[in-house]
């Protein structure tokens, strides 16, 4: 029977069986435990890994989740493709509703004579991307994001040496990665879902925010700090773009001077340090005080 089974066999395995017995090289058995992954130690291994991380996250919020499962949505990105858990995506939906919501209730209460535009403005400050980003920075939550984005890396890294040069906020001169601030969106969305309570996450949130942007340091834009010079000294302005050929924005004033910028990555960085650069111009040449408010809350 051995001899007809044989037959079967194809030719370089006989040959390789032949040249075995020759050498008088035995046949190898291999454990079944080695040749089948250990899937359970895989997953005691991973369990350890999300408790620690959530441990870590839990320390530099001050929070103690009652379900974890929604910080490792908060620091799972879509492309991260594991499929372990949800990405963030819904929980920064309800995130920026959240944090909105606070934000107003809080300037609301706190400058009684300030009028809806000024508060418009102040809440836009200190919720928008650039803010949110520096509170991911700051406590370092990125390095918890589960994610397979390239180029983040290079992002973060200019992006830590841009706010050098602004401490407190550079109203649309550099780009902050959106994914930072997704992060503490998410990282919102996630309190209020856990906490289920509006005060609860308000008094987590505060602390991250700080030091939150007062009525007094309230950046001008530069688009505004421009058309309002303009305005005064009754200057024309014309905006020529080439930024889908070069990436490079001209402002021209009053067909004299000539604000310019070059930032490929991002239209309206480039159309802000343009108008920021005639701007300066414009107060060189007449000797004006510049506008910089640079004022942190106490």
């Known amino acids: 029977m051995k001899e007809e089974m044989e037959m079967f066999l194809p030719l370089q ?12 090289q035995e046949e190898k058995h291999y454990p079944l435990q080695e040749l089948i992954p250990n899937d359970q130690e895989n997953k005691e291994n991973e369990h350890d890994e999300n408790s620690n991380r959530v441990k870590a996250i839990e320390e530099i919020i001050g929070y ?45 209460f706190s400058y009684p004579d300030k009028d809806p535009g000024k508060l418009t403005r102040l809440r836009a400050v200190n919720v928008d991307t650039e803010k949110l980003a520096r509170v991911a920075l700051k406590y370092q939550l990125h390095k918890f994001l589960r994610h397979k984005i390239i180029s983040l890396s290079e992002q973060i890294k200019e992006f830590t040496n841009a706010i050098v040069e602004y401490p407190l906020h550079s109203s649309g001169l550099i780009d902050a990665p959106k994914v930072l601030a997704d992060i503490v969106e998410s990282l919102v969305g996630a309190i209020f879902t856990d906490s289920n309570s509006m005060d609860t996450t308000w008094k987590i ?35 020529r773009d080439f930024w889908k050929e070069t990436g490079e924005i001209e402002i021209v004033v009053d067909e004299y001077f000539v604000g310019r910028a070059k930032y490929s990555a991002k239209r ?11 701007y300066y111009q414009i107060v060189e040449m007449y000797g004006l005080k510049k506008l910089v408010p640079e004022k942190l809350i106490t």
């Open 205 to 239: 949130v505060k602390n991250l925010l700080e030091p939150m942007i007062i009525p007094d340091a309230l950046p001008t834009h530069p688009i505004t700090q421009l058309r309002e010079l303009c305005q005064r000294k009754k200057f024309s302005v014309k905006i």
């Open 64 to 108: 103690e989740f009652h379900d974890p499962i929604l910080l490792q949505q908060v620091f799972t990105h879509h492309s991260y493709d594991k499929g372990l858990s949800s990405s963030f995506e819904r929980l920064a939906y309800v995130g920026d509703s959240v944090l909105n919501f606070l934000i107003t209730k809080e300037h609301y």
């Open 13 to 24: 395995d006989l040959l390789l069986e032949e040249e075995n017995k020759e050498q008088g």
């Open 268 to 278: 309206s960085v480039a159309r802000n340090r343009a108008a920021l650069d005639a």
